[in-house]
């Protein structure tokens, strides 16, 4: 049965699922990299594909901006069309001091300023955190593809125009990049006993005022994007 959200029906879905931000890097994604490619969702123009990868079956679909897009995209892979595994994608603004352009981020783990995981009503505030096991083993696809990977904590906001001084605090406490999804998945994949990690291509500085073109960001950033599907083989 589709969803509000997802006109494909239960099968359609690889058990892992790529998600980008933006549904043209989405199909992006399926275009370049995978075989075979089937659509299976456009509502809202969020557009979801199902290919081959080196023989395994991967799906590639957009999220949306945001926690709250985010988590109902996920939500729905994770407990109603039964994927195992969300590897997320995306752009980030660089933080740390030595952070560059183009550089690729893997999230071990996501500070957020939302208040998402209030639903959960835990005793305390909770930690997210992306799965070991994916951790390393994207460490090892970049090794194997030469890409140069940095393990870290970011932080996952609500706001994008930020007060001035906002970056440098969360700079200053060990944070590599900021983006605005990654808290909300690494939850959501925990509340349903799956797996999720984020990684990111850094696109801009903005402590420093550097940043990319939006036409680079959506149609280039390929060392992410292989990193993530060298991941999949070994899932």
């Known amino acids: 049965m ?21 549904p043209l890097r989405a199909k992006y994604v399926a275009d370049n990299f995978l075989e075979d490619v089937q659509q299976f969702n456009m509502v809202r123009n969020m557009f979801g594909f199902t290919g081959s990868y080196e023989g395994r079956s991967v799906s590639v679909m957009g999220s949306g901006m945001g926690i709250p897009s985010i988590g109902i995209y996920s939500w729905e892979l994770f ?4 994927v195992d595994v969300i590897i997320r994608i995306g752009t980030a603004g660089g933080l740390g001091p030595d952070v560059q352009l183009r550089d690729v ?23 997210p955190i992306g799965d070991f096991g994916l951790i390393r083993g994207a460490v090892e696809a970049a090794e194997e593809l030469g890409v140069r990977a940095r393990v870290g904590n970011i932080v996952s906001s609500d ?3 930020c007060p001035e001084d906002w ?19 690494y939850m959501n994949a925990a509340a349903a006993h799956k797996k999720a990690l984020g990684i990111f291509t850094i696109s801009d500085i903005p402590m420093r005022g550097e940043s990319l073109p939006a036409e680079e960001r959506q149609n ?9 599907l ?3 083989t070994c899932i």
Not at 79 to 82: E, P, R, V
Not at 105 to 127: E, H, K, M, R, V
Request: one cysteine or more.
């Open 167 to 185: 970056h440098q605090r969360w700079a200053d406490m060990g944070c590599l990049a900021v983006e605005m999804e990654s808290a909300g998945l």
């Open 220 to 228: 280039s950033f390929t060392e992410m994007m292989e990193v993530a």
């Open 230 to 232: 060298k991941l999949t």
């Open 79 to 82: 407990n109603h069309y039964d």
């Open 105 to 127: 981020i893997i999230a071990q783990a996501a500070c957020t300023d939302s208040n998402f995981a209030c639903q959960f009503d835990l005793p305390g505030t909770y930690a």
């Open 2 to 22: 589709a969803t509000p959200h997802n006109t494909a029906e239960h099968g359609q879905i690889a058990d892992v699922v790529l998600m980008p931000g933006d």
């Open 159 to 161: 706001v994008f125009y």
